[in-house]
Structures are given as structure tokens and as C-alpha cells.
């Protein structure tokens, strides 16, 4: 739980910056967008919770690249940490105030070392996202409603009493996502 | 609002068929794969003598004279000539495929070859003959598989690397095993663990006892005179031998699920199983009558008697579900109600052998331990002496003042003449 509020004190510096940024760059069309955002990660048996922060810049008006971090649980506790660092793409489907949009996200789940009392801990793996929404656009901040797919790669190597267990998850998670973009 | 409400109707779908995470986990286990034979592969096995050989994996010894015979578990017997105790000579390899036990009557050897019991004529050493068998008596220890039209009668060993859901039972009970259409897994290095599997119960006979020669207390085959017993699942059988060309079967009683082992001793039968002692009246070895039993905790359990006392020792294992670990001395002088003198707590007792009020004790890896057990109350205070270094299961009697003792590390023999310090007169090693 420590880790979790180090990175939302991080989100929060950075998302600030982001904030100044963009107020440099609003007037004429945007060519750098700052995104926060909530993921909630949807499995049959458990539900996890992931917070972002993105950075995309324009490479036409309708199609960005970027980079992307955050934090996130796969069981909404302090077990199965992962900060996702990923490369992210993002473009509008349609042209108006309220556009669909796709968005995809490929990179790495870096494993947060767990609480003292759980014996498994992954070193993480590799992970992406995809997703369709929603957005509003013609605001400053901009709100969206985005739903996808999310797929973590860990294992979890470990030791019982008859030699090593390794175990390796693949935690494949519906989405529903609710951000800003500013 | 169209787009909306399809919007909404793929996100329900979406949510309503929720994944489910996906967990591996690879895993380093025992493989056993099954050998197979068929009937006809069984019933006429390939008896023929080779030249002597390492011994790998030794099941049951029988000393008679000053030969000794040490079964290779599921390939033969060693014969080995110990006229001189300080240099005991290989002889030959007897190979008898599927062969754990083995005892000797006249010029026949005895022995065990999966399902049968045969009786082989080695007057001759250099051709051995079948004169004669008991047939199917273990055969509902071995699987059949029916598409194979072949018995498993053993296993081959491997580890390997297994992958399984994390959800799967073998890893919550990781003292299990589990099986596939072709092999058996687990944990741990432990042929029961196959034989729980493909066997009804298990397949453990022992060495013999009460014969012209000399076993040890492990004992599911053995001699009265004219007449030959084994343990048949819950049953004791009875043979009448005096031909040995020719058993007749003459008697067979019921006395209880898994026992493992006889000893007859004057005009009784001790019977060990895994609960208890029983106690037959063996006056008429023809047909033995039930007298007594004496009850303890499920275990392994081998039997030694002398005079009015039994000892029996408790150990625990895989196979024996056992978490006692003790000598249990019984007075047996009234025969009808055995009573428990003392119970010693020991390391992990396997066989055993008493000479002249001296117990000498096979405790796993704790060594071979000596007692002297004049006083049966005060056994642990009369501690002679110990031979450590070595882990020993069972031990014989090749003279009165000489020991065989033999375990995974190979077959000792020690002169005892003087109990308190016991000297090496040989050692025959084990290869990997």
C-alpha cells in the first residue's frame, strides 16, 4: 500500500507538469495530450483496480504515440503489484465533439515486491491493452469512457518441499476505463 | 442513441463473460511409466544363470550353509558363496524376472517371479530347472490394461519437468500423487506411490522364516517342515511340499487386511500386520488355528520371537501411514492374552534379530543398534552398542556370534562375539 501512494504522489507531480504543459500548447489544435485515467480490471473471480498516467503526442489529428505509467493490482490489495511502462497509441475514430476512439498500450509489468507476509512475488512480464471509447472534445480537460482488454504476463518463482515450483499467470482482465484527457 | 444502446449491449456481453487469469505451474517430479508383459511372457519366464554381477537394488537375503542368496529386486538372485565371512565370493546372477522374495527347501530354490511362485531345482547351478509352481496367487496386485493385453509388473523412474493448473489437486496435497493415461507422477521417490495406483493395495512380500536356513524378520514366506506358507492379500496359504515337484495346496485362512509378515517359532505362528500381531496355534502346520492378537497403531511391523516374548517394531512411512516409531516388547506367556511389556521409542526400527539375550536392532538411518535384553523392562538402559554410519533394514544371524546386516548401502558382516564392540569382517558395496 506504501508503493501505491509513493506512485499516486508521483501521478500527481507529474500529472501537475503535465497540466503546464498543456496549457503552453492549448489556443490551436492540441499536439500533446496528458492522460489520467482509472482502469478497473475485470476477471470471472477477481477484480483489480490500475491507475495511469499517459503521455501521447500528435502525429496527425487523429493519431498519437506515446508513452505510458502506472500502478496497478490484479486483486485490488497490496498483492500482484505491477507498474505497467508501456508504449501506448491512441486515434479518433470520427470527427466531432463527442468521437469514438481506440487506444492501445504494449510494455512491461514491472512486479512490486509484496507485503512480508505473502511468499510469492513476480519479477513481472510482459503486458498490453486495447480498448474502444469515448471523448469529449472542445473542453480543456477532455472526460472519456473507454472499455478493452488487458493481459499481464507474470510468473512467480518459488520453493517447497520437494524443489522449485515456478508458477507462471497470465492475467487476462476486461476493462472498464474512466480518464481526462487535458 | 442506436449506437449508444449497442454500445451498452457489447459492454454487458463483454463483463457477462468474464476471463478467467490463466496459472501454470512447472514443476519437478517423479515420472513412473509402466513396463508391461504379457501373460505368456509371465507364466513362462527366462530362468538362466549369468555371471555374478553388481548388486543395484537388493530386496530379500536367504543364507543356508554358507551361501548366501540376495535378491535383485525384479531381476534375480546374487549367489554368493560366505565361507569365509571376512570375504564373501560372488558366484553367479540367477535371473528370475519380476523375483523380490526368495527361500530355499532341499536342492529347490523358491522364489517369486511376478503373479507365481516357482520352484527351481539349482542342483545343477549352471542350468537351472522349473520343477514346479503355484500360479496367480498375487495376480490381483498387478493391473491389467486391457488395450495392451499386458500386465504392468514394474515401472521406470524419471524426473521431469510437469506443467498443471495452479489449481490442481496434486499441489494442495503435495504428499499425493497424480496420473495421466500413461504415467504416474509425484513428489516423491516412492514405488508404493505406483502400486496405490495401478495395484490393489500395495505388493511387499517378505523374506522367509522358520526355514532350514536363516531370513529375517520380514518374513510373508515361510517353512514348517513339510509345508510352505505365504501371505495372499488378507490370507495366509498353506502348501504342502513334500514333493516339491508337486505343491499341494493343503489349507488357507483369513486373519486380516495387509499383513506383511511370519514368523513361526516352536509350535506358533506370529503373524504381523499393520494393526496388529496375530498368534496362531501351529501345532498342526497343516492348518493353523487362531489363539490370540495384540493390537497397535497402524505401521510396519516385523516380528521377532523368543522364549515368552515377541518383539515387534513400529515404524513409520509412506507405505506404513505410521507416526510411531517404537520397539513394543510383548509378553506372550499366556498365549491367549498377549500383553504389552514396554514400548521403546526408537528412530525408525525395522528388523530385527535376538541371539542369547541380545537384540540387535535395524533402526533406518539411526544404525544398528545393541541391546541386551535379559531385563525387557530396562531395554534402553542395556544399550551394548551401536553401529552408526550407515542406515541398515534388516539383519540375520549367519552364526551365532556373526551378523549380516544389510540396507541401501550395501551388506554388512560384523563379528558380535564380543556385543560391546562389534568388528567389520565385510562389506559388499551397492552401485548406483
Known amino acids: 500500500m506504501k508503493n501505491l501512494i509513493i506512485i499516486c504522489l508521483l501521478f500527481w507531480g507529474v500529472n501537475a507538469n503535465g497540466q503546464d504543459d498543456s496549457e503552453l500548447r492549448s489556443g490551436t489544435s492540441i499536439k500533446h495530450l496528458n492522460i489520467v485515467q482509472v482502469k478497473g480490471l475485470f476477471g470471472s473471480i477477481k477484480t483489480g483496480i490500475e491507475l495511469d498516467y499517459k503521455a501521447l503526442y500528435a502525429v496527425s489529428s487523429k493519431f498519437y504515440l506515446g508513452w505510458g505509467v502506472g500502478v496497478g493490482s490484479y486483486d485490488a490489495s497490496a498483492r500482484k503489484m505491477f507498474v505497467p511502462i508501456t508504449g501506448e497509441l491512441m486515434g479518433d475514430l470520427l470527427e466531432g465533439k463527442i468521437v469514438p476512439f481506440y487506444s492501445i498500450g504494449i510494455g512491461y509489468g514491472i512486479g512490486l515486491p509484496e507485503e512480508k507476509q505473502f511468499a510469492e512475488s513476480s519479477p513481472g512480464g510482459v503486458r498490453f491493452d486495447a480498448g474502444f471509447g469515448i471523448r469529449a472534445k472542445g473542453t480543456e480537460a477532455q472526460p472519456y469512457f473507454k472499455v478493452g482488454y488487458n493481459r499481464q504476463y507474470a510468473s512467480y518463482p518459488g520453493v517447497d518441499d520437494y524443489g522449485n515450483v515456478d508458477k507462471n499467470v497470465i492475467y487476462k482482465r476486461w476493462t472498464i476505463v474512466l480518464g481526462v484527457i487535458f | ?432
Open chain 2, 1 to 432: 442513441m442506436k449506437k449508444f444502446g449497442l454500445f451498452t449491449m457489447l459492454l454487458l456481453l463483454m463483463l457477462t463473460s468474464c476471463q478467467d487469469d490463466e496459472c501454470k505451474t512447472s514443476k519437478e517430479v517423479f515420472q513412473y511409466d509402466p513396463v508391461y508383459k504379457t501373460l505368456e511372457e509371465i507364466e513362462k519366464p527366462e530362468i538362466k544363470v549369468d555371471i555374478s554381477r553388481a548388486i543395484k537394488n537388493p530386496g530379500k537375503v536367504y543364507y543356508i550353509g554358507n551361501t548366501l542368496f540376495v535378491s535383485e529386486i525384479g531381476e534375480g538372485v546374487h549367489i554368493i558363496d560366505n565361507t569365509d565371512k571376512s570375504n564373501p565370493v560372488p558366484l553367479s546372477f540367477l535371473e528370475i524376472p519380476g523375483n523380490i522374495d526368495v527361500s530355499f527347501r532341499g536342492n529347490s530354490l523358491i522364489a517369486d517371479s511376478y503373479f507365481n511362485i516357482l520352484f527351481i531345482d539349482i542342483s545343477d547351478l549352471d542350468n537351472p530347472v522349473v520343477t514346479s509352481s503355484i500360479n496367480d496367487i498375487k495376480k490381483q496386485y498387478y493391473h491389467f490394461d486391457k488395450e495392451k493385453e499386458a500386465y504392468i509388473v514394474d515401472y521406470t523412474l524419471s524426473k521431469v519437468h510437469r506443467d498443471l493448473p495452479c489449481n490442481h489437486p496434486f499441489f494442495s496435497n503435495p504428499n499425493r500423487y497424480y496420473y495421466d493415461d500413461v504415467s504416474v507422477y509425484s513428489n516423491v521417490k516412492d514405488g508404493n506411490v505406483f502400486n496405490d495406483v495401478f495395484t490393489e493395495g500395495g505388493f511387499s512380500p517378505n523374506t522367509s522364516g522358520g526355514s532350514p536356513g536363516v531370513a529375517g524378520s520380514n518374513s510373508s514366506f515361510a517353512l514348517v517342515g513339510d509345508y510352505f506358507y505365504f501371505i495372499h492379500r488378507s490370507e495366509v496359504e498353506v502348501y504342502n511340499i513334500t514333493d516339491v515337484d508337486s505343491p499341494i495346496f493343503s489349507h488357507g485362512f483369513t486373519v486380516d487386511w495387509n499383513i506383511e509378515t511370519l514368523f513361526p517359532y516352536e509350535d506358533k505362528l506370529f503373524i504381523g500386520g499393520r494393526t496388529g500381531m496375530y498368534i496362531y496355534d501351529n501345532s498342526d502346520p497343516s492348518e493353523p488355528v487362531y489363539l490370540s492378537e495384540f493390537n497397535h497403531a497402524r505401521a510396519c511391523d516385523p516380528v521377532f520371537v523368543v522364549g515368552k516374548t515377541a518383539y515387534v517394531t513400529l515404524s513409520s512411512g509412506t507405505r506404513c501411514q505410521n507416526f510411531n516409531n517404537q520397539l513394543d516388547v510383548i509378553d506372550i506367556s499366556n498365549i491367549l492374552a498377549p500383553v504389552l511389556i514396554e514400548s521403546y521409542p526408537m528412530y525408525r526400527p525395522k528388523g530385527l534379530s535376538i541371539y542369547d539375550n541380545t537384540l540387535f536392532l535395524c533402526d533406518d538411518k539411526a544404525g544398528l543398534k545393541i541391546f541386551d535384553v535379559s531385563d525387557n523392562t530396562m531395554i534402553k538402559e542395556n544399550k551394548l552398542s551401536a553401529i552408526k554410519g550407515h542406515t541398515f533394514i534388516e539383519v540375520i544371524h549367519t552364526s551365532p556370534t556373526e551378523i549380516m546386516v544389510i540396507g541401501p548401502d550395501g551388506i554388512f558382516q560384523y563379528d558380535v562375539s564380543d556385543n560391546s564392540n562389534p568388528k567389520l569382517l565385510s562389506q559388499m558395496n551397492i552401485e548406483d
